[in-house]
């Protein structure tokens, strides 16, 4: 599983810019709470073969399945705790509830830095769930 800030990150497939070549399907992983992105670990030594080459030949886009043998996506994000295809509110709820299982956890080891990262993550993902619900109402939608 891939944590930034705390959070599990959701695997996802997209673009990454390299100097000025844009590479197309890549698998990545997302944090929704900072929203930083990185090259999913298992693919970065291709990913970083295929940028310097193709920065090198002055590609300024191109796909990365088309060049590099793929690997299951499903075995990629097997240790992602959710992925992009699922329901917004869904992960938002995912990640809300293993921030509160942690909770205890950091308040019995009395870890205050650990504990005042979880209730900012907690602050955060709220506030993303509250305007996701928001526009799903305002939209006549559950």
Sequence with gaps: MSFCCGASMIGTMGTFKHIRTRIHNVPLLFCPVCHRVEVHYLVMNEYEILAEYAHGDG?????????????NTLDLFENCVNTEGEDPLDVLRNQIDTALDLLPVAQQLNDSEWEAQLKKRLYVLSEKRAKLKGRKASRGLK
């Design 59 to 71: 590609a300024s886009e191109v796909d990365f399945q088309e060049y590099v043998d793929q690997k």
